[in-house]
């Protein structure tokens, strides 16, 4: 893949943003925010009809910005909008028991450390998430922080292969992110919370 759309990953699920979730996704986009995951998590996430709505809604603003549209984790929800790709965990079904829609798609898996590498498949994989890089509130299972540091060791592990940096991130560290390895970073809340989200959106593609 291109590891340039990586550069600024937003992650964005109904609850995520304070007002109209789509609306939220299009002006990160209009930021210039490279790739977007729909990650449905939360106290009371979609379901059923109303979450397959809510996919192909951001499907098309991602399709009118030509950014990618990855889905988290649910493998039937991104075969049925057609998203262009699929982030699993390490808790969720394993890459190779994909069904065939994903052969030409965008695969991502999040691999924590050396631990979790060792244990992890990546011949499908096209990209990995790596993090918590710093302490974060986006996600109540995302353990402890890795630093910067373990953005080195983990690109001296994997050598090319594409990663993004996730957990924490902000304006102020960043940098440090991309200066360790990173492609790119990924983030929720710093963007889809900001009073501005497309100045918010712009602000972290700035060298």
């Not at 590891?3 to 007002?19: H, K, N, P």
């Not at 979790?116 to 509130?137: A, C, H, R, W």
């Not at 390895?181 to 501005?196: F, N, P, R, V, Y």
Request: charged residues 30%; contains cysteine; proline residues 2%.
């Amino acid at each position: 893949m291109d590891r340039e759309l990586l550069r600024l990953y937003f992650i964005c699920g109904s609850e995520d943003a304070g007002g109209d979730a789509v609306q939220t996704v299009r002006e990160a986009l209009e930021g210039g925010a490279t790739m977007f995951q729909l990650r449905e998590k939360g106290q009371h996430p979609l379901e059923g009809d109303a979450l397959v709505r809510f996919a192909s809604d951001i499907k098309r603003v991602c399709k009118e910005y030509d950014v990618p549209f990855i889905v988290n984790d649910d493998w039937k929800l991104a075969e049925m909008v057609e998203a262009d790709g699929i982030h699993l965990g390490q808790d969720d079904m394993a890459v190779s028991d994909l069904p065939g829609y994903f052969d030409d798609k965008i695969i991502g898996l999040s691999v924590r450390d050396r631990k979790e590498l060792e244990v992890s498949n990546l011949e499908k994989v096209d990209y990995i998430g790596t993090g918590p890089v710093f302490t974060t509130s986006s996600k109540a299972d995302a353990g402890t922080a890795i630093g910067v540091e373990g953005l080195v060791e983990m690109r001296r592990l994997i050598g090319d292969m594409p990663m993004v940096a996730i957990g924490g991130i902000d304006d102020k560290n960043y940098k440090s992110c991309l200066d360790s390895g990173a492609d790119g970073i990924s983030l929720i809340s710093t963007i889809a919370w900001a009073e501005d989200v497309g100045a918010a959106a712009s602000r972290f593609l700035e060298e």
